[in-house]
């Protein structure tokens, strides 16, 4: 099955070569082009893509475009792909509700991917902005405890209502009740998604969970 992708950027140059990357995999079918959040609104109302990829830090973007598109197709999944982000840019996508997020220079390889896995239910980080979240966190040092490279690390949307769940407190009991799952199951689930991670405690998951938009930081006292 094909993803339907828009691009939404204002530079053509960025559209240009984001058309000329995607349009030679066959998986991946371009819909259509955005140079501003209300073609971009109209477009998903129209076209309904699965996968928008935006330059949110783009004159006529941002965080809310992002909220309002969701809004308008639920089933539509956003990767944020910029320049060097702030944290704040960073953590604001994140919280608008960006499945993915990428960075300009990422390699062809890794635009392809990002794509391809969030359009098949996955997010999708490369190693750069997973050092920039490194680099929000309150506690760097129990976020991520390995030495980071531009590897992308992805999360399946089981895996996400794990993290999330794990975040609010919920026992591996009530977890394995509310997902209709294996008290076992749910420990073999934090395990793998532990070493993925690279993190060895609850609390870099609930770090996790905060900078990725899993569960609202209004829950504990972080300030980011």
């Given at each position: 099955?094909?993803?339907?992708?828009?691009?939404?950027?204002?530079?053509?140059?960025?559209?240009?070569?984001?058309?000329?990357?995607?349009?030679?995999?066959?998986?991946?079918?371009?819909v259509?082009?955005?140079?501003?959040?209300?073609?971009?609104?109209?477009?998903?109302?129209?076209?309904?893509?699965?996968?928008?990829?935006?330059?949110?830090?783009?004159?006529?973007?941002?965080?809310?475009?992002?909220?309002?598109?969701?809004?308008?197709?639920?089933?539509?999944?956003?990767?944020?792909?910029?320049?060097?982000?702030?944290?704040?840019?960073?953590?604001?996508?994140?919280?608008a509700?960006?499945a993915?997020?990428?960075?300009?220079?990422?390699?062809?390889?890794?635009?392809?991917?990002?794509?391809?896995?969030?359009?098949?239910?996955?997010?999708?980080?490369?190693?750069?902005?997973?050092?920039?979240?490194?680099?929000?966190?309150?506690?760097?040092?129990?976020?991520?405890?390995?030495a980071?490279?531009?590897?992308?690390?992805?999360?399946?949307?089981?895996?996400?209502?794990?993290?999330?769940?794990?975040?609010?407190?919920?026992?591996?009991?009530?977890?394995?009740d509310?997902?209709?799952?294996?008290?076992?199951?749910?420990?073999?689930?934090?395990?793998?998604?532990?070493?993925?991670?690279?993190?060895?405690?609850?609390a870099?998951?609930?770090?996790?969970?905060?900078?990725?938009?899993?569960?609202?930081?209004?829950?504990?006292?972080?300030?980011?």
């Amino acid at each position: 099955m094909r993803i339907k992708t828009l691009l939404a950027d204002r530079s053509e140059l960025a559209l240009v070569g984001l058309r000329t990357i995607l349009s030679s995999v066959h998986r991946i079918a371009i819909v259509g082009e955005a140079r501003d959040a209300a073609d971009m609104h109209g477009k998903i109302a129209e076209l309904h893509p699965d996968v928008v990829l935006i330059d949110h830090t783009a004159e006529g973007f941002g965080a809310e475009a992002i909220r309002d598109g969701l809004r308008r197709s639920g089933r539509t999944k956003f990767i944020a792909i910029t320049p060097d982000p702030s944290q704040l840019a960073l953590l604001s996508a994140l919280r608008a509700g960006v499945a993915s997020y990428i960075k300009k220079d990422c390699s062809r390889k890794e635009i392809i991917d990002a794509v391809l896995h969030t359009g098949d239910g996955q997010k999708f980080f490369c190693g750069k902005i997973l050092r920039a979240i490194q680099a929000a966190s309150l506690d760097v040092d129990s976020l991520f405890d390995h030495a980071m490279d531009c590897e992308p690390i992805t999360v399946s949307d089981r895996e996400s209502e794990i993290i999330s769940l794990i975040a609010e407190g919920c026992s591996y009991t009530c977890i394995a009740d509310r997902l209709c799952l294996s008290a076992h199951t749910v420990t073999t689930h934090r395990k793998n998604i532990m070493q993925k991670l690279g993190v060895n405690n609850t609390a870099a998951l609930v770090l996790y969970a905060v900078k990725n938009g899993l569960v609202s930081p209004n829950k504990f006292l972080f300030n980011s």
